[in-house]
């Protein structure tokens, strides 16, 4: 084939495959919470590539990181270790229950890990009966073919062959149907602590609590997917630090790079011995380049006055969608934690959250959605305040504009 580069969205219908199917622009710049397209048109960013931009767009401190670093030594692979993957590391075991890190790119692959890690566990210590992995309904875990098995939604994981065997699904926040499948036979339970895809639905307190307690009984594995709660998302470090419970495997990615791909499971250092040399493994884990990022997020994350600002630019997103929904009544509920926030539809725009994400765009508003029924914000953490007034005065136009068609 021949084709001339054409910077266009058509284009990508002529060389992509067509998994995706992005918007009709094209962004080229962004700084902080302002994103800029090929034609110049602004727009504010409460999408935050999909809870991954932390610190919002170019930050200073991540820009530094890249290019230190990035004039340095980009990449070793494994067969050495590296000074920033050493610092990253130390920093995420001071900061959270885990003993051991294991480096990855991308949270599916993390929590492919986490699910090999768990299998071998209970292999090692029990036996092969130990095999069954519980997961929920609506969850999310990625795309590799274990952890789409592992997902909740069918829609993602059908149509492949024979998937990975002895993986169950219960609903979420259902502590009886829960007791009624998990055995001596579950290796390994994973859950969100909030689910985010699925509609940004928080785990009940008491639901935990019964999980964790069922996970010691039956000497399961629990494993937090916190890959987009997680680096301060919910106004905690990692959301389970807001909870009664402690996980045994946690899995973190998005943030943690602020846009720079990287992963990472955490765990105790009795688990992580069940991972012996040549186990497992990933050309890129751990890169120096990707680690230098990492710590620098986590070095600006990781503070009170940022963990703080969360929950204050939380209640300014609540207070303004609420007022929005008191003025067009679109709806049922605003939920979520943190700056991972839901606009739930009710019932007179059910299944029309898609509707408000391109009206959005059209007003100069970057927004996600969480399934047909979910508008999703994941902003910047550290997004201005005055950026937070002004793209709700564009998502009012947008709510508007779709209240009167
Ligand atoms: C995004 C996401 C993943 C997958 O991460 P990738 O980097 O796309 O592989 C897994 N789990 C949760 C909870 C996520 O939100």
């Not at 995420?92 to 051991?100: G, K, P």
């Not at 292999?123 to 609506?138: M, N, P, R, S, Y």
């Not at 000497?219 to 301060?232: K, P, S």
Request: a negative charge; charged letters at 20%.
């Amino acid at each position: 084939m021949s084709i001339d580069i054409n910077l266009t969205r058509a284009q990508f219908d002529e060389v992509m495959v067509p998994n995706y199917a992005p918007s009709a622009i094209i962004p080229v710049r962004g700084d902080g919470s302002r994103v800029w397209d090929q034609t110049g048109k602004e727009f504010i960013d409460f999408a935050g590539g999909i809870a991954v931009n932390c610190l919002g767009h170019c930050h200073p401190a991540l820009v530094g990181a890249l290019t230190t670093q990035g004039e340095k030594l980009w990449h070793l692979s494994n067969v050495m270790t590296n000074e920033p993957a050493l610092e990253l590391a130390t920093k995420l075991v001071n900061a959270t229950f885990a003993d051991r890190v294991y480096f990855a790119n991308s949270g599916a692959e993390a929590n492919e890990a986490a699910l090999k890690l768990a299998r071998r566990f209970a292999l090692e210590t029990v036996g092969a009966e130990k095999d069954q992995i519980i997961a929920f309904d609506k969850a999310f875990h990625g795309r590799t073919f274990f952890t789409v098995s592992v997902g909740g939604q069918a829609a993602y994981s059908d149509g492949f062959g024979p998937k990975p065997e002895s993986i169950s699904h219960v609903p979420f926040n259902d502590i009886a149907a829960f007791e009624a499948i998990i055995s001596d036979k579950t290796c390994a339970v994973m859950m969100e602590p909030l689910q985010g895809e699925g509609g940004i639905i928080d785990a009940d307190p008491e639901f935990l609590i019964a999980v964790r307690a069922l996970c010691d009984k039956h000497n399961a594995l629990l494993i937090f997917d916190e890959v987009q709660t997680g680096v301060g998302r919910t106004g905690e470090l990692y959301a389970y630090m807001s909870t009664d419970v402690v996980p045994d495997i946690l899995t973190t990615a998005k943030a943690l790079g602020g846009g720079f791909p990287i992963a990472a499971m955490l765990t105790t250092a009795t688990i992580a011995a069940h991972l012996k040399i040549g186990t497992h493994g990933s050309t890129y884990g751990g890169n120096p380049l990707a680690c230098a990022v990492g710590n620098a997020v986590l070095d600006v994350v990781n503070t009170p006055e940022v963990l703080a600002g969360v929950k204050q630019r939380e209640q300014l997103f609540r207070d303004g969608l609420n007022k929005i929904n008191e003025k067009y009544d679109v709806f049922s509920e605003v939920r979520g934690k943190g700056l991972l926030i839901g606009g739930v539809m009710n019932e007179k725009f059910a299944g029309r959250s898609r509707d408000f994400l391109v009206a959005s765009a059209q007003e100069g508003l970057m927004c996600l959605i969480a399934g047909a029924n979910v508008v999703r914000f994941t902003p910047s953490l550290v997004i201005p305040h005055a950026d937070i007034e002004e793209g709700l005065v564009r998502f009012e136009r947008a709510v508007a504009k779709v209240f009167a068609a």
